[in-house]
């Protein structure tokens, strides 16, 4: 692997030197630098005896439910989709449609589908496809590639493999473009080019009842047979576009941030972003650097920790290298603290087992109720939260923009962000909040946005407004047993699923990133690892037990959906938020993400795996040149 990022000893900035990285000469050395002024880099001290009661839930609920319908998206079709527009690499090389069959057929090229490759590859499964619609590897960070994107989980912990790959991150929170050629790099080292169709999006995946057998069809032409289809194409893979009045008239340049467009120019521009998300929060203080004048609308303030950025240290990596295992066990450890704000700003002490705990646990003298553990925890959320909101009020200067910025709902319920420059971004002159709460931007015309009767005229207008959670069309295009596909199945019965993996009726098919999976961490790079484990330990158990069909039966599907929702429900009250978390207000509890806590997943999984009770085995194994004996 080459050196994802050097320093040009001319100008002291850095380059990445990556053939991902098209056009971005423009952000060199922009972003990913430690912050030397210190008062940005922490949080003031929790307010003693801070009590979240019934008053503020009221307070909180009343912006919330003022907001109820208020959020309104659209599909990127006619002249928006051109916001889909892959820019980032040359038009897809041409070929006949496939219509051969393979043992495993894998949707997508991030993370997930690297992670399989390699156990699949290792487990001695070597007949395996993978179809990526995009043209290289990375998935998410293959995607966004917007100025100041960073992982916003410690790298250390969050890339996986780095022992195998002999990698070590350049930073604690490694950038997108760093992240991007890592990919590339396990891609190159695992030979899992030669089995990638990139530029190729599947659009409906058949189960064949006759043949035992998926049909996969693309965009493409390709009809390819697979005995075994894996769905590996992430949770935030599809762009939304706020459906906003007038938008179609703006004739000045636009574009969505998944898809950044590096061939405009900000410089000196009159530059408008609508969204203060995990996205623009990053976006934001590296655009103020070069633009004349920068308005940010915001519907929602997001809760902004701290980040710390540092290099990472020689005598860190001297240290690693003497300790096997090094990166699973940090790894380990942060999922242990992951519950809280510690473990994204990450003890280091504690992470690189230093030290044996940050803090001892309390042991509560009687035992406590579900009800009194929660209020237990919304009173910590709460401290958090002013912590959060005091940082607000430090750094900011103009106390309207302060006020504004003040996140004003429980910690979690929408995506934390970490960064040390995005706050004192609106102490520049030329940077200006507009907020829009509780509806958002309403009106657009020809010359820029309208907000209250006024007018804000751009030259660039950049939409931050997110993806859609859930939100791709594998899941909808999935035909199963009797011609029912996965949509008629969730939107009869409500989304039921077994371990977030299995749908009774759809035979050999898994989901490796779906609603009610992995375990509700925020580290994502976690629950890929449970469930890539999950999914190879299932085809090895098959081709031990010379079956090879397996499907999940009805009546364990029915009684983790409602674990499911029952865990959603109890621990609601920490997330009394509209946010993508929960479909904006309208998913029905448990039809999303899991909050069953990690431990109680792996808990159900090793029990179904014990047991091999939920599962229907039919049909032999029939092994093929691909589905071998377990090797290298």
């Known amino acids: 692997m080459t050196e994802s990022i050097r320093i040009d000893p001319s100008t002291g900035r850095k380059v990445f030197n990556t053939r991902a990285a098209k056009l971005t000469e423009k952000i060199d050395g922009k972003g990913y630098s430690e912050i030397e002024d210190k008062t940005l880099t922490t949080l003031p001290p929790p307010p003693p005896g801070a009590v979240f009661n019934a008053a503020e839930q009221a307070k909180y609920r009343e912006f919330k439910e003022a907001r109820a319908g208020a959020a309104d998206y659209m599909e990127m079709e006619g002249e928006f989709s051109r916001y889909l527009e892959d820019v980032y690499s040359e038009p897809p090389v041409e070929r006949e449609p496939l219509t051969d069959e393979c043992d495993i057929l894998v949707v997508g090229g991030g993370f997930g589908a690297l992670l399989l490759w390699y156990k699949l590859r290792k487990a001695g499964f070597t007949d395996v496809r993978f179809c990526e619609k995009g043209g290289d590897v990375g998935g998410t960070w293959y995607w966004n590639r917007y100025p100041g994107i960073a992982c916003d989980v410690e790298s250390y912990s969050y890339l996986p493999l780095l022992e195998e790959m002999e990698y070590f991150p350049t930073m604690k929170f490694a950038s997108g473009f760093e992240i991007l ?153 942060l999922a242990t603290i992951s519950s809280g704000r510690t473990a994204l700003q990450g003890n280091d002490d504690f992470l690189s087992g230093k030290v044996e705990a940050i803090k001892k646990k309390k042991k509560h003298l009687k035992p406590i ?98 993806f859609q959670w859930m939100g791709t069309g594998s899941f909808n295009m999935i035909v199963g047993e009797g011609g029912q596909t996965l949509r008629d199945k969730w939107g009869g019965e409500g989304v039921k699923t077994f371990l977030g993996i299995h749908n009774h009726g759809f035979p050999n098919l898994f989901i490796m990133s779906g609603p ?3 375990g509700g961490q925020f580290n994502f790079i976690r629950g890929l690892e449970s469930h890539t484990d999950y999914v190879t330990w299932m085809l090895a158990k098959m081709r031990d037990l010379n079956v090879g069909i397996v499907d999940v039966k009805k009546e364990p599907e029915v009684e983790y959906a409602a674990h499911c929702k029952d865990a959603d429900i109890l621990t609601g009250p920490l997330r009394d938020c509209i946010s993508y978390y929960n479909g904006e207000g309208k998913a029905e509890p448990g039809s999303l993400a899991y909050y069953g806590g990690p431990a109680k997943w792996h808990e159900l999984r090793a029990k179904a795996q014990a047991s091999l009770d939920p599962y229907v085995f039919e049909g032999d194994w029939d092994v093929g040149p691909g589905l071998q004996e377990a090797g290298d």
């Open 181 to 333: 050629e890592y990919c590339q790099a396990m891609a190159q080292k695992f030979d899992f080019y030669d089995h990638c169709l990139f530029h190729t999006t599947v659009e409906q995946t058949v189960w064949d009842e006759d043949t035992k057998r998926w049909t996969v069809h693309t965009d493409r032409g390709d009809s390819m047979k697979a005995r075994y289809v894996v769905l590996a194409n992430g949770i935030l893979t599809t762009p939304r576009l706020a459906r906003i009045d007038g938008m179609e008239t703006y004739k000045g340049e636009s574009f969505h941030t998944s898809r950044w467009d590096y061939n405009i120019d900000l410089e000196g521009k009159r530059v408008g972003i609508i969204g203060t998300g995990a996205t623009s929060v990053q976006v934001v203080p590296e655009i103020a650097k070069v633009v004349k004048e920068l308005y940010v609308f915001q519907r929602t303030p997001s809760s902004i920790d701290v980040r710390d950025q540092r290099a990472t240290k020689k005598e860190e990596i001297e240290e690693w290298k003497k300790e096997p295992g090094w990166a699973l066990a940090r790894r380990e450890r």
């Open 369 to 466: 109720s579900p009800e009194e553990l929660i209020q237990k925890q919304l009173n910590s959320n709460f401290r958090i939260m002013e912590q959060i909101r005091a940082r607000v009020e430090e750094v900011v200067e103009d106390p309207k923009t302060a006020a504004a910025l003040k996140p004003y709902y429980p910690y979690g319920c929408k995506r934390p962000t970490f960064h040390d420059e995005f706050l004192s971004a609106f102490n520049l002159p030329h940077v200006h909040l507009v907020d829009t709460a509780p509806d958002g931007v309403k009106k657009i015309n020809e010359n820029g946005i309208v907000h209250d009767g006024v007018q804000y005229d751009l030259d660039v207008l950049i939409y931050a407004t997110g």
């Open 516 to 518: 009610q999976g992995g």
